[in-house]
């Protein structure tokens, strides 16, 4: 599969930036983002995603290390003008303008004009779904219709590649599903997507692949079929007694859903489903069901991030 964006060994020190001391925002980042894959760009506040994105867009220059954006080392502003169209997080537009007006406006700033320029604005709202509002004041939209005006912008100038910082933090879940909609029929079309986000549930619905930074530091990277595989088993199960409740417990084995003597339980990740039957014949529980469970990427997250914090400390 042909790689559209790599890093190779990047860094970026913001010298003297705190107290005088050098920030090292990014270290060794190697990366590499596939042709026509939604790629999920992770991690905590401050670990370096934004700092990435600004140099991938050439708004910012590497301290040292490589990029390559379709092929070409050259980050000048025509190659990333031509190939990247990007939406930052909480974008603002001048509310007394139509959404047709904003467009336009962009289109020209990307150089745009007369019957090529009406033909983008068209064929760009009728994308995001938004012909019948084009007409009107931004004041009047909602937040999902200014993220669809918003995504429409970053996609007037017709990018093979689009960037987003936090597409879906504020709206609504219907909101939400149209904009992960959307997401996926521009994937269809063969544009790639690079998405920043806190939101993991979003992530993990939408992404081939993510990968998880630490303070500037690459912690994972892979498809969900590979970061995600750990499974741990789930039963569910009658004649649950409070005794056992603890004794289970204490095992390590967590106890969810209770209702009256029933309840789920949750193994810990080294018991087998043959240990899981044996628990219950001890308990005499009646196991009703039994199945796996596949880690989700937000406790991905939160177990790469808390090993990283805590080797930290012990280096420090
Ligand atoms: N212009 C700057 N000058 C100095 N330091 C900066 C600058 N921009 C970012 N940093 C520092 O670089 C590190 C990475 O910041 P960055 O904004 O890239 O993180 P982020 O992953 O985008 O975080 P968030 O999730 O909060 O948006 C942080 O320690 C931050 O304080
Ligand atoms: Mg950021």
Not at 163 to 185: F, N, Y
Not at 267 to 289: Q, W
Request: glycine share 8%; proline share 3%; with cysteine.
């Amino acid at each position: 599969m042909t790689t559209v964006i790599r890093t190779t060994a990047l860094n970026k020190i913001y010298e003297g930036a705190f107290r005088g001391q050098d920030v090292h925002a990014l270290k060794d980042l190697d990366l590499d983002i596939r042709q026509g894959e939604i790629f999920g760009y992770l991690g905590p506040n401050g670990s370096g995603k934004t700092t990435t994105i600004k140099m991938l867009l050439g708004l910012l220059f590497p301290t040292s290390g490589k990029i390559e954006i379709l092929g070409s080392e050259s980050i000048d502003s025509a190659t990333v003008k031509r190939n990247i169209g990007y939406l930052p997080e909480g974008a603002y537009y001048p509310d007394f303008l139509r959404g047709e007006e904003i467009l336009a406006y962009y289109g020209k700033l990307y150089g745009l004009r007369g019957k090529e320029l009406k033909k983008r604005v068209d064929e760009t709202i009728e994308l995001v779904g938004m012909q019948h509002a084009r007409k009107r004041l931004l004041r009047g939209y909602s937040k999902g219709m200014r993220q669809r005006i918003g995504l429409a912008q970053a996609l007037i100038s017709d990018p093979k590649i689009l960037i987003l910082d936090e597409p879906t933090t504020g709206l609504d879940p219907i909101a939400r599903k149209e904009i992960r909609d959307l997401l996926l029929q521009l994937r269809e079309q063969g544009i790639t997507l690079l998405i920043s986000s806190h939101e993991l549930l979003e992530v993990e619905m939408i992404s081939d692949r993510v990968a998880i930074l630490f303070e500037g530091v690459l912690q994972k990277i892979g498809s969900m079929a590979e970061l995600l595989t750990q499974r741990e088993l789930s039963m569910t199960v009658d004649h649950l007694s409070e005794s056992s409740v603890s004794d289970l417990t204490d095992k390590g084995i967590q106890v969810e859903d209770r209702t009256g003597n029933r309840a789920v339980l949750r193994l810990p990740f080294h018991m087998s489903s043959y240990d899981g039957v044996e628990m219950c014949k001890a308990h005499s529980l009646n196991l009703l069901s039994i199945s796996p469970r596949r880690e989700t990427l937000e406790e991905l997250f939160v177990r790469i991030v808390s090993t990283a914090s805590k080797a930290r400390e012990v280096v420090q």
